[in-house]
């Protein structure tokens, strides 16, 4: 569409709308009538961008200045800083956005016939034409300083995704790491948080202790110690020894009906929680998959796809619970399985 024949169309739109006297008449915006205010509008949409720029550059920075020590405290301030700059980053792209067609774009008020779903090919050309119309109102093309702003915000706001994800992932795509946990032959089972080592006398039938390996104080603060955690946390649960049923090539990983199953999820790595002591189902909150434990933690309903790993157990001279070694597979969802 041409701009005359755009102007044309907006005109008689114009005098459609004037005409209908349940329609108040058109108020123009200061901008519109206003060149110093058109300007001061654009030069806002300008500081917004420049706001969204600034909170990106500011994610950046904080992502590196406050890396995670390990601390619930620095955790937080990582967490805290990073998400703060993104969403100075993304109020800036927004609000530019949303000022920009308010107050610079054309305001004129159009009606339009009802017509056919299936636009026929002139109205298709009309669409293309009309949103040509559309980029040439929003003044890109004429306006450099606007449209160099837009660009910078829009290019640069990835960069608080892209930056930290290939940062976090990037020299370090030893996925064999995930195949293996902190637990080895003969460490014993404790308690979190308190890292109590647990007896199986202390362990009663239909209790359920969520359990960490046994480490030393000072792995305990090191920085990996989180993520070591978070992969190697089990439940120990007792039954029964009656009601479990072992298969041949498991037969010994548990002690006097005390069993120990890792606590992640084997679908998408939600932590396992509720245990029916009736039925010793184990229920993931997260889609609701249900593992046996009487029956080697199989899947018993729900979207996961194999049981929950378990860790072979025995106890030792003083009759704390041991690890007798690693869980034999990949603990978490399926997809680290399909690694091997
Ligand atoms: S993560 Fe457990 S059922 Fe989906």
Redesign the pocket.
């Known amino acids: 569409m041409s701009e005359n024949q755009h102007s044309t169309d907006v005109t008689s739109a114009d005098q459609n709308t004037f005409a209908d006297p349940g329609i108040p008449e058109h108020q123009h915006r200061r901008g519109d009538v206003d060149a110093a205010a058109s300007k001061r509008a654009e030069r806002q949409v300008v500081v917004l961008f420049a706001i969204s720029v600034i909170g990106t550059i500011a994610s950046l920075v904080a992502y590196f200045a406050f890396r995670p020590d390990g601390t619930t405290s620095g955790t937080r301030l990582s967490t805290l800083t990073l998400g703060l700059g993104m969403a100075f980053a993304l109020l800036g792209i927004g609000l530019a956005a949303v000022h920009w067609a308010k107050a610079i774009m054309n305001d004129t008020e159009v009606s339009e016939e009802r017509h056919q779903l299936s636009s026929p090919d002139d109205v298709r050309e009309a669409a293309v034409a009309s949103l040509k119309a559309g980029v040439d109102d929003s003044g890109i093309a004429r306006r450099g300083m606007l449209k160099g702003a837009a660009l910078s915000a829009l290019a640069l706001f990835p960069l608080t995704i892209a930056v930290p994800l290939v940062s976090s992932v990037g020299g370090d795509w030893n996925v064999s790491k995930l195949r293996h946990t902190r637990w080895e032959k003969g460490m014993r089972l404790a308690t979190d948080p308190t890292g109590r080592p647990i007896k199986a006398s202390d362990v009663t039938i239909g209790s359920v202790f969520h359990v960490i390996p046994d480490v030393s104080e000072k792995e305990r603060s090191s920085g990996e110690w989180l993520s070591e955690k978070a992969k190697a946390v089990v439940l120990l649960i007792r039954l029964d020894p009656r009601d479990l049923h072992e298969a041949d090539d498991r037969k010994g990983w548990s002690y006097d009906g005390i069993v120990a199953y890792s606590k992640i ?6 932590p ?1 929680a509720l245990y029916e002591q009736q039925t010793h189902h184990l229920l ?6 249900t593992f046996d434990v009487a029956d080697g933690a199989k899947v018993v309903f ?3 796809h194999r049981p929950l790993p378990q860790l072979p157990i025995t106890v030792d001279d003083d009759g704390y619970l041991v690890a007798q070694s690693d869980f034999h597979e990949p603990v978490g ?1 399926s997809y680290w399985e399909r690694l091997k």
Do not use: D, I, K
Request: glycine content about 12%.
């Open positions: 999820c084997t679908h998408v790595g939600c396992v993931c909150p997260c889609h609701q998959s729900g979207p996961a969802p």
